[in-house]
């Protein structure tokens, strides 16, 4: 029922956002698309995760944005995280793989030589643990907020510098254990704009 209630939040809010921009189209200026390459650091947001992983590690990715209307942008972003471990008892070596992958909008707007922006959508993490104990594969559903600012150091150059903060909430169920695969993202990049 919560995570009822949680989407149908970010529906009303993609709506809303949606018919303010529709009266805004886009001008010459704005920027059109993206494409993104970051690198950050992931903390996951599950105390058991500290335990066999330590806390936090990189996380690198790719995104991709198309202006739909002014000031309001689609986002599609594909990322991969790689931990290695120890199992709490045995201290024998696990690893955790993940492929979050994200679809979302946001609202950009330029303000001299920086846009800062913010927005959020869903999430599909794709995981893989392995460990003596056995091996999961599998995936979980999840939804996320973002705020960022991108950064143009030279107004001719189509590149920009960025950084955002992302937290992401994805709960993954694997034998009747219920585990938080999401939490914070901190991430800069350069992006291409067109």
Do not use: C, W
Request: charged letters at 20%.
């Amino acid at each position: 029922m919560k995570i009822f209630n949680v989407k149908k939040r970010l529906l009303i809010i993609v709506f809303i956002l949606g018919m303010i921009s529709f009266s805004y189209p886009l001008n010459e200026g704005d920027i059109q698309g993206t494409i993104e390459f970051f690198i950050g650091n992931y903390n996951m947001d599950e105390p058991r995760f500290e335990a066999v992983y330590q806390k936090g590690a990189m996380i690198k990715g790719i995104a991709f944005s198309a202006s739909i209307i002014r000031y309001t942008n689609i986002y599609f972003e594909v990322k991969y995280f790689k931990k290695d471990g120890e199992l709490t008892y045995t201290k024998e070596k696990t690893t955790l793989q993940l492929v979050p992958v994200s679809l979302g909008i946001r609202l950009i707007k330029k303000l001299g030589p920086f846009f800062p922006y913010f927005g959020g959508g869903g999430d599909l993490y794709f995981y893989h643990e392995h460990n003596p104990i056995g091996t999961v594969l599998n995936y979980a559903k999840g939804y996320h907020f973002q705020g960022g600012v991108y950064f143009q150091l030279i107004k001719k150059i189509p590149i920009l510098l960025g950084t955002k903060l992302k937290y992401t909430r994805v709960k993954a169920q694997e034998n009747d254990i219920t585990v938080q695969l999401g939490g914070f993202e901190y991430m800069g990049g350069i992006i291409l704009i067109f």
